[in-house]
């Protein structure tokens, strides 16, 4: 799982690439927190096409603790109701804060974070408002001192600069290549950072759900397991030809 080469980069492809991927945590929810720091450790749910007071419209991001409801990102309001109703009208019940969704404020805050990424990185690929690959090759290194790498020290700075300069949370993965990267900002969320260093991508990756791999989805899941590969490491095993047999071009 090489990943691609990220946009200016001219390294030989042996040698060892320092890649973050850095995705924030429910960000329209956490820029409603940043609107109104009483919300922080509130369950937080943001509706598109939603009006406050209203029960139209659809979730657009569900806060953590909105989660552990069962209310969901492209769920319909009236369901999430359901599951979770507003404040005020809870009674002594769980209950979440509901808001419409404010591109202009969230681009506002993005543009923030955008700005610490250009700072910490040459080279930069926005892959939408939330979240970004880095390559900081060049800013750091897979050395290790005291025990801990170089490039997860650094990371971590580009994670703390986040929370101190704009104060949203992010999650940081740091990998030879963008694949594995991605994977990893996505296994301590939320607030996590995961190092992967060379040598030990193919490890850390073998005993993950199929699933969690980067471009399969629920549907290639599925198909995936009926030919019995469940793990990244089953997945690796299987070989290009029974891949191509089964999904063609695709598969390879």
Request: glycine letters at 10%; a negative charge.
């Amino acid at each position: 799982m090489s990943g691609r080469r990220l946009p200016g980069t001219d390294r030989d492809e042996g040698e060892a690439r320092v890649v973050c991927h850095v995705d924030m945590d429910c960000f329209y929810a956490s820029c409603e927190r940043l609107r109104e720091p009483e919300l922080d450790g509130e369950p937080v749910v943001v509706g598109m096409g939603y009006e406050s007071g209203d029960d139209a419209g659809a979730v657009a991001t569900a806060s953590y603790e909105a989660r552990e409801y069962g209310v969901e990102s492209a769920q319909a309001i009236t369901q999430a109701l359901e599951r979770l109703p507003r404040v005020d009208e809870a009674g002594a019940g769980p209950a979440a804060h509901y808001r419409p969704v404010d591109l202009d404020f969230y681009g506002d805050v993005a543009d923030e974070v955008k700005k610490v990424l250009h700072d910490c990185a040459d080279i930069v690929r926005e892959v939408s408002i939330d979240e970004a690959y880095l390559d900081v090759t060049d800013r750091t290194a897979w050395d290790v001192v005291d025990g801990r790498t170089l490039a997860e020290g650094y990371a971590r700075h580009v994670k703390e600069r986040i929370e101190r300069e704009v104060g949203v949370p992010a999650s940081v993965g740091v990998a030879p290549n963008m694949s594995t990267a991605k994977v990893a900002s996505d296994h301590d969320k939320p607030d996590g950072l995961v190092a992967v260093p060379p040598g030990t991508v193919a490890d850390f990756l073998e005993p993950l759900d199929v699933e969690e791999i980067h471009g399969v989805g629920p549907v290639t899941a599925r198909e995936l397991r009926a030919i019995g590969v469940e793990t990244a490491g089953d997945l690796a095993a299987a070989g290009p030809a029974v891949l191509r047999d089964r999904f063609g071009e695709r598969g390879v």
